[in-house]
């Protein structure tokens, strides 16, 4: 009933920039929250930013103040702004949503909408 669709990954050397985004379709009612997060590879997936419906947002400590979450809800889209990158945030960058959606049955809630994904690559 929804689907998340990020792009926006690649390579970049240490010190650049990348933003990525999460465009979310479907029979979507209401988005409650948006974030990002990142598995690297052996590593367990974390969360890297996330950004509310009232625009409160959160930050891994590791990303903090270099790393910017934004959202254009006329689009249903969130970004992420990652400057400065460092080899350490390489990693496959995954959208997820908490929000509600409707079908036939009415009204459902989630928080287990995963996009498929965006390699991002930091290396000189």
């Known amino acids: 009933q929804v689907q998340l669709v990020e792009s926006g990954g690649g390579l970049v050397q240490p010190g650049g920039s990348l933003r990525v985004s999460c465009v979310a379709s479907g029979n979507i009612f209401k988005i409650n929250a948006m974030g990002w997060y990142r598995q690297a590879p052996g590593k367990q997936r974390e969360l890297v930013a996330a950004?509310?419906?009232?625009?409160?947002?959160n930050y891994a400590d590791s990303v903090k103040g270099r790393f910017t979450i934004s959202t254009d809800t006329t689009k249903n889209t969130v970004y992420l702004q990652m400057n400065n990158l460092k080899p350490e945030d390489t990693a496959v960058y995954y959208c997820?949503?908490?929000?509600?959606?409707?079908?036939?049955?009415?009204?459902?809630?989630?928080?287990?909408?995963w996009g498929q994904g965006t390699q991002v690559t930091v290396s000189s």
């Open positions: 950004i509310t419906s009232g625009m409160a947002t």
């Open positions: 997820n949503e908490d929000l509600i959606y409707y079908d036939g049955g009415g009204l459902h809630y989630s928080k287990d909408c």
